[in-house]
Protein backbone atom coordinates (compact mmCIF):
# COMPACT_ATOMS: atom_id res chain seq x y z
CA UNK A 1 0.00 0.00 0.00
CA UNK A 2 0.71 3.27 -0.34
CA UNK A 3 0.32 6.06 1.78
CA UNK A 4 -0.10 9.79 1.10
CA UNK A 5 0.72 12.77 3.72
CA UNK A 6 -0.12 15.97 3.08
CA UNK A 7 0.61 18.94 4.92
CA UNK A 8 0.72 22.94 4.01
CA UNK A 9 -2.47 23.89 4.63
CA UNK A 10 -4.18 26.86 6.57
CA UNK A 11 -5.96 30.04 6.82
CA UNK A 12 -4.49 33.08 5.04
CA UNK A 13 -5.70 36.48 3.74
CA UNK A 14 -6.29 37.19 -0.23
CA UNK A 15 -3.19 37.89 -1.68
CA UNK A 16 -1.12 35.48 0.45
CA UNK A 17 0.68 32.32 -0.10
CA UNK A 18 0.79 28.81 1.29
CA UNK A 19 2.75 25.78 0.50
CA UNK A 20 1.28 22.59 0.37
CA UNK A 21 3.59 19.57 0.10
CA UNK A 22 2.68 15.78 -0.35
CA UNK A 23 5.12 13.02 0.43
CA UNK A 24 4.35 9.15 -0.65
CA UNK A 25 5.81 6.39 1.10
CA UNK A 26 4.99 2.57 1.87
CA UNK A 27 5.74 -0.24 -1.25
CA UNK A 28 7.47 0.91 -3.95
CA UNK A 29 6.00 2.03 -7.02
CA UNK A 30 6.25 3.55 -10.73
CA UNK A 31 5.08 7.33 -10.99
CA UNK A 32 2.54 8.20 -13.94
CA UNK A 33 0.99 11.17 -12.19
CA UNK A 34 1.29 13.17 -8.88
CA UNK A 35 -1.24 16.19 -8.14
CA UNK A 36 -4.00 18.15 -5.95
CA UNK A 37 -7.18 18.19 -6.47
CA UNK A 38 -9.33 20.38 -4.38
CA UNK A 39 -13.21 20.56 -2.86
CA UNK A 40 -15.49 23.30 -2.21
CA UNK A 41 -18.54 22.98 0.05
CA UNK A 42 -21.34 21.96 -2.38
CA UNK A 43 -18.95 21.74 -5.38
CA UNK A 44 -17.29 18.60 -7.38
CA UNK A 45 -13.89 17.35 -6.95
CA UNK A 46 -11.90 19.76 -9.20
CA UNK A 47 -8.15 18.62 -10.70
CA UNK A 48 -6.00 22.10 -9.98
CA UNK A 49 -2.73 21.00 -10.54
CA UNK A 50 -0.87 17.77 -11.75
CA UNK A 51 2.76 16.64 -12.97
CA UNK A 52 3.68 13.50 -15.34
CA UNK A 53 6.18 11.30 -15.02
CA UNK A 54 8.14 13.13 -17.81
CA UNK A 55 7.94 16.38 -16.39
CA UNK A 56 5.07 18.11 -18.07
CA UNK A 57 2.40 19.99 -16.08
CA UNK A 58 -1.46 20.58 -16.45
CA UNK A 59 -3.32 23.50 -13.99
CA UNK A 60 -7.00 24.64 -13.77
CA UNK A 61 -7.53 27.70 -15.35
CA UNK A 62 -8.63 29.06 -12.49
CA UNK A 63 -5.49 28.91 -10.79
CA UNK A 64 -2.99 29.26 -13.96
CA UNK A 65 -0.11 32.00 -13.51
CA UNK A 66 -0.75 31.71 -9.38
CA UNK A 67 0.15 28.24 -8.67
CA UNK A 68 3.07 26.45 -9.47
CA UNK A 69 3.40 22.90 -8.92
CA UNK A 70 6.68 21.09 -8.54
CA UNK A 71 8.19 17.60 -7.61
CA UNK A 72 11.24 15.88 -5.72
CA UNK A 73 11.57 12.49 -7.41
CA UNK A 74 13.97 11.70 -5.06
CA UNK A 75 11.64 11.50 -2.42
CA UNK A 76 8.89 11.45 -3.96
CA UNK A 77 7.12 14.29 -3.40
CA UNK A 78 5.40 16.76 -4.49
CA UNK A 79 4.67 20.64 -3.96
CA UNK A 80 1.72 23.38 -4.72
CA UNK A 81 3.13 26.82 -4.21
CA UNK A 82 0.19 28.67 -4.22
CA UNK A 83 0.51 32.37 -4.23
CA UNK A 84 -2.70 35.73 -4.79
CA UNK A 85 -4.46 33.31 -3.05
CA UNK A 86 -8.40 34.48 -3.45
CA UNK A 87 -11.66 33.56 -1.32
CA UNK A 88 -12.86 31.45 -4.24
CA UNK A 89 -9.19 29.10 -3.55
CA UNK A 90 -10.91 27.84 -0.18
CA UNK A 91 -11.48 24.47 -0.67
CA UNK A 92 -10.19 21.28 1.02
CA UNK A 93 -7.45 20.04 -1.01
CA UNK A 94 -5.97 16.44 -1.87
CA UNK A 95 -2.92 14.77 -3.07
CA UNK A 96 -3.41 12.18 -5.77
CA UNK A 97 -1.33 10.14 -7.09
CA UNK A 98 -1.97 7.40 -10.44
CA UNK A 99 0.58 4.72 -10.54
CA UNK A 100 1.55 2.30 -13.50
CA UNK A 101 1.15 -1.04 -12.83
CA UNK A 102 0.69 -4.55 -15.06
CA UNK A 103 -2.59 -3.60 -16.49
CA UNK A 104 -3.37 0.00 -16.44
CA UNK A 105 -3.31 1.85 -13.10
CA UNK A 106 -3.54 2.42 -9.44
CA UNK A 107 -5.00 5.37 -7.52
CA UNK A 108 -4.13 7.09 -4.64
CA UNK A 109 -5.65 9.75 -2.32
CA UNK A 110 -4.23 11.55 0.48
CA UNK A 111 -6.29 12.59 3.97
CA UNK A 112 -6.78 16.21 2.60
CA UNK A 113 -5.62 19.04 3.93
CA UNK A 114 -7.94 22.79 4.83
CA UNK A 115 -7.28 25.76 2.73
CA UNK A 116 -9.07 28.74 3.82
CA UNK A 117 -8.39 32.21 2.46
CA UNK A 118 -10.40 34.88 4.09
CA UNK A 119 -9.56 38.37 5.75
Known amino acids: QVQLVESGGGLVQPGGSLRLSCAAS????????MGWYRQAPGKQRELVAH???????RYADSVKGRFTISRDNAKPTVFLQMNNLKPEDTAVYYC?????????????WGQGTQVTVSS
Open 26 to 33: GRSFIMYA
Open 96 to 108: NLLTTVVGGRLEY
Open 51 to 57: ILVGGST
